[in-house]
Every structure is written in C-alpha cells, then in structure tokens.
C-alpha cells in the first residue's frame, strides 16, 4: 500500500484531459492505497484569478472529483489552502531549491512566454508542489507526461532534504497511465488541451452541454486526408481524436482503426462526440445531485482534518531537523 497524492488546479473548468489523465487514475487508486487528492488552489493562484470565478472553479472541481467517483470514505478529499503546512513546507523547499533548477522548468517557459509581469509564484510553483507530495510522504503521483518534470524536482528535492538533515522522504515515483497521458489541443494538437487556454474550442470541459460537445468535436482540427489511422508523427490531430476515442469507450486504436476503415472523419467525428456524451453524462447528472445536496463544505472539512494529521506531523518533523524550535 503506497502513499498517492495527487492535485489539479482551480485555474479553470475541468477539462476531459484532467478527467482522462487525472481523476479517472484517482478512482482506481483509492481502492488499493492511502489517498490524498486535493484542489491546489494555491498553485492557481500563480496566474491572476478573477475572485468569483475563482471560487466557482474550486467548488466545481470539488464535485467533480466526487460525480467522477472518488469515496470520501476512501480518500481525503481537500482544498490545498486548507492545509496550511503546504505554504509552510512549500516556503521551506523554496529555500532548498536552486534557481537554475526552476529556469529549466518547461511548464514556466510556456505559461510565461508572452507575459509583460510574471508572478513570483509562478517560477517557484515547482518546489510548492515538490512541498505539497512530500507532506504525505507520497510514494506514488499521478501525473500527467506534463508534470514530468516537475515530479523530477520533487525527487531531486527529497534527495538532497535527505542527505542534508537525514533521512526523511520517501522517493516519489510518478504513476502514468500508457494511453491518455496527454490529451491535446482540438484547435492544435501540439499543445496539450488546457483548462486554462483562452479558447474555448481546444477544450471539451467535464461538464459542456452534450450540444456543446458535438458542436466542438464536428470542428476539431484534422488533417487534410480522410483515412482514421493512428499515426502521431503524420497524423497528430486524428491520432489524438482516436486517443480520445479509445479514452472514452475502452475500444483498442486496432479496433477503431478497423471500424472506420474507408469512411473518412465525418461518421468518426460523429461517433467520438456520442462516447464521449456517453462517458460525461452520468457525471454531469451526479454532479448537479452533489452541488445540489450542500455537501461539499462538509466534505472538505473532514478531508482537511484527516489530510492535516499527516501533514502536520511531517512538517513537525522537518522543521525539527532543520533547526526550528517546534
Ligand atoms: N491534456 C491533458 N492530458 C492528460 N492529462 C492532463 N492533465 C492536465 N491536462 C491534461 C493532468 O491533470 C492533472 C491536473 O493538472 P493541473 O490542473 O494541476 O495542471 P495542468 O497540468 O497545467 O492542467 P491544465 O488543465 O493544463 O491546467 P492549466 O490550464 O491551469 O495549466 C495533472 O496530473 C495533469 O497532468
């Protein structure tokens, strides 16, 4: 039994991307491990966040990790903000992290480029998150191919914790699921689909209209040809349409391969919209019944107690090893 930890932020509407990369891998694991799974709504706050949305976002992101199928009775579910010792931790490993580590860090390239003002947080989220894995001991994050090297920090973060103060950290793996580890972009599929991308168009978002969902998938970017085959490296867009596709309905890329043999995207496109209303519309419905209940602040104040007693514990014992009066 592993120590699994694992976020997404409140920086959006969740996206089937967080669904296939993220939340489903969560539901598996809570039978088999410790879990902690939580909202890092610290972490979404390293771009500007409208105040109301914000809030909106979290609650939402809430919900759908429960509609998605996480038991409460199995695994904490919380709200990083909740937790103090993230900040504390977080502001620990910041000390311990170099800056050359966080220049090398591709995530803040790319959420920065462009950017006239750059938040701080932004450059040192990765040692944040290095804090928030640690706390729990976390042996086994899920993770996306994104987050990669992020996970690598928090490695190399642990190791050096260890050999300076003792051993304390355990080594945390990262837990990456083979197919729809990165699901990408329907306006472009060199970038991964992001919650957070100014168009609407590239995403499909857990809880979009089944409407909303034909209308996004029916113009999808594709290539000029006709033929449904998986081929990334030629075929980028129809190959992560198929990824989606196999995601959302278990059918092997073989099997969808044979079954559009010869008909060209249209009858393709058309099919992938009905899996995947399919597999969001039982979501949607437990959704609304769990916004509806009132249940959420209940929900995450039981998870923040159980989520505290560990993470407590930890940063005692780090600040005991690192000199800090406790
Ligand atoms: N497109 C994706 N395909 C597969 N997995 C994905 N994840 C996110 N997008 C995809 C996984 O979801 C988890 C939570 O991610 P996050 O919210 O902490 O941050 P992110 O990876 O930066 O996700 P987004 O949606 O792209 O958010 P924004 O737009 O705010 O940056 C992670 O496990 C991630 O791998």
């Not at 410790?34 to 109301?52: E, G, I, R």
């Not at 393709?268 to 009905?274: G, M, N």
């Amino acid at each position: 039994m592993a120590n699994v930890l694992s976020g997404i932020q409140s920086s959006g509407q969740l996206t089937i991307g967080n669904y296939i990369g993220a939340l489903r891998n969560y539901t598996k694991l809570q039978h088999e491990h410790d879990c902690y799974f939580m909202v890092v709504d610290l972490h979404s706050v390293t771009l500007p966040q409208d105040p109301a949305t914000l809030r909106e976002n979290i609650e939402s992101a809430v919900a759908l990790f429960i509609a998605a199928g996480i038991d409460t009775s199995k695994a904490a579910v919380f709200l990083q903000s909740h937790v103090p010792a993230h900040a504390e931790l977080g502001w620990l490993m910041t000390t311990l992290t170099y800056m050359g580590e966080l220049e090398r860090m591709t995530q803040f390239k790319d959420k920065s480029a462009g950017k006239d003002s750059i938040g701080a947080g932004l450059f040192t989220y990765p040692s944040l998150m290095a804090a928030d894995i640690l706390l729990y001991k976390a042996t086994m994050v899920p993770v996306g191919d994104d987050q990669k090297q992020h996970l690598e920090l928090t490695r190399d973060l642990a190791n050096r914790f260890n050999n300076r103060f003792g051993e304390t950290f355990p080594i945390p793996q990262p837990y990456t699921p083979e197919v729809g580890a990165r699901i990408m972009s329907l306006d472009d599929a060199s970038k991964k689909m992001s919650k957070s991308s100014t168009n609407p168009a590239s995403f499909i978002l857990m809880l979009d209209e089944p409407a909303v969902i034909r209308k996004k998938i029916s113009r999808a970017v594709t290539d000029s040809g006709r033929e449904v085959k998986y081929d990334p490296q030629n075929k980028p867009e129809v190959s992560n349409l198929m990824s989606i596709y196999s995601e959302c309905s278990n059918m092997s890329i073989a099997d969808i391969e044979a079954k559009y043999e010869g008909q060209g995207y249209g009858p393709f496109k058309k099919d992938l919209a009905e899996v995947v209303v399919a597999l969001l519309e039982p979501i949607q419905q437990r959704y609304r019944e769990i916004r509806e209940s009132g249940e959420i602040a209940k929900i995450l104040r039981e998870g923040a107690e159980k989520a505290s007693a560990t993470a407590n514990a930890t940063l005692r014992e780090v600040k005991e090893k690192m000199g800090f009066i406790v």
